[in-house]
């Protein structure tokens, strides 16, 4: 049985800098900083055998071993594209295995013009190898039933990434160009039928959670990569006769829990890492966990909300 | 008109250490660092000009310039009360002449025992000399009427500090043994006359805000001391036919706006800063604000949820 500070610190692992400067400083000091250009603020860190097996490109790439930074040389999506399509083409990483054919955005210092690139993409599946921050919607939809509030979770798929698991009603990750309320609408059909007029109508956007992660073997690929993500928030408050059920192969079924049944699945580690922090933030915003009955309250509230070490999109 | 990221800026004002590590540790390292014991994780920052002025008792604290650390040599809070009683007797500091005579608890490490002292606390007026966290509760009571949603707001009264600004429906700080929800029923009664009965049946606790600031002459006494806070939130849903109405002389009268005027109002300074964030929060976990209509909802997202550099509360 897992607490729920626990259960936060599973998913945001990565150290922070007050807790033991000197441990974080060596560490953050081991890897390289990822920059867009030369006067900017890194966009993400990359691990030491990340870098040794990456097929750099010289014409693309400034990789300066001594200072322990990375710069495009051109335009940087392109980097990020030829540089991981060659990395997938000799196998260097497992991550690319699961080659998504789908862009991410890597947010930028705002208001800083970028090297001949006006959005800076890379492909899904190489972004932890940077480790730039990642975007994503999640909606929690329930019910007030006569014998409390209950939540729809959803089963994620065996063969999918953390198989088996517990995930939130809909999520799922933000491509570049799509703005946050068009892809909780476009997953909240995917994966749950959802009528587009119902989200519109009844979905309500209440903040973000993130978190820096270190992957692990659950998430696919190469175990220890970093991954700093910001999660959009949804609550969806729907009727007892609307019931979600699975379109795509993400989801194997949809059951009505209880709060208390879904507490219990927490603490158990039954719900994949990031949603079960999702669930927290939930259930603090509605008043399920308090100062009176969660010790751990101040600290959870600020560790779902982390300021990542790098910036974060202005706009989507 | 100041943008919601300026309004955040304004309070939570002390830097971050990812922003600019070099400022950050100069910064950092010219204070002292205050000890429940000599293992233990600081619980605050000193200011040179404070230990300075201070007057010592040594048989008291153990103050080292070389290290620059002070610790308690025998219980902590009796440390805290003869100094600041000798202290305000010679008039070494301005914050002391508001001496409240009402205790804050200074939470430490979870389960590190202290210096024979089971809870340690300080002076209010006190607490920022030791830039201690300290910790309130506010509460945004509002209408849901045919026109939208409109806010009960109240101006502070003239001699106050912060005089003339506008505030949190119901707000205050957490004294010694008070439970959070304790203090909002208490300050409820006491800054806007609402019933105990309707406040336990209709407020519901929806987290935390967090911020570091330095406080400024507005909040009276010195300019520079360092403040970081935890504010306990509560929302309270009324009907129309709820009016607040002072009690105390915190207050000089409510207003109902509509959230358009709550937010003009507060991009024009118009609110006490602390009470900017509470508001942005709120605005936040109701919908009102999102990702489409604040270009900076990340950042803002994760600065009202700041994890401070020391112990925060476990239990109050």
Chains 1, 2 share one sequence.
């Not at 698991?165 to 160009?177: E, P, R």
């Not at 309320?181 to 059909?189: D, K, Q, S, Y």
């Amino acid at each position: 049985m897992k607490s729920n500070l626990d259960v936060v610190n599973d998913c945001d692992s990565f150290p922070y800098y007050d807790a033991d400067p000197q441990a974080y400083t060596e560490l953050v000091s081991s890897y390289y900083e990822l920059f867009t250009q030369p006067k900017s603020k890194p966009v993400g860190y990359v691990l030491p055998w990340v870098v040794e097996k990456m097929p750099w490109d010289d014409s693309l790439w400034v990789v300066d071993h001594d200072k322990k930074q990375i710069y495009p040389k051109l335009t940087q999506s392109k980097g990020f594209d030829a540089t991981l399509r060659k990395a997938r083409e000799i196998g260097a990483f497992k991550v690319l295995e699961k080659w998504r054919n789908e862009l991410y955005t890597v947010h930028r210092e705002n208001g800083l013009d970028p090297v001949g690139d006006p959005t800076i993409t890379v492909e899904r599946s190489g972004s932890p190898l940077f480790g730039v921050v990642t975007y994503g919607v999640h909606m929690t939809t329930y019910v007030n039933t006569q014998e409390g509030m209950k939540i729809w979770v959803p089963k994620r798929a065996k063969g999918k990434t953390y198989g088996g698991l517990f995930d939130n009603t809909v999520a799922g990750g933000i491509a570049t160009g799509e703005q946050p309320l068009e892809c909780i609408v476009r997953e909240a059909a995917e994966e749950a039928s959802f009528p587009e007029e119902l989200v519109r109508s009844a979905t309500k956007p209440c903040g973000t959670i993130s978190y820096f992660s270190f992957r692990d073997k659950r998430a696919g690929g190469e175990s220890g990569l970093l991954q700093p993500e910001v999660q959009f928030v949804y609550d969806m408050e729907v009727s007892e006769d609307v019931v979600p059920k699975p379109c795509d192969d993400e989801v194997e079924d949809f059951r009505l829990w209880s709060v208390d049944e879904v507490q219990k699945a927490i603490s158990e580690s039954l719900f994949k890492p990031n949603c079960a922090l999702l669930l927290l933030d939930f259930f603090i915003r509605h008043g399920i966990l308090t100062a009176g009955n969660e010790k751990d309250y101040v600290e959870i509230v600020s560790r779902l909300h982390r300021k990542l070490p790098f910036p974060t999109a202005t706009t989507m």
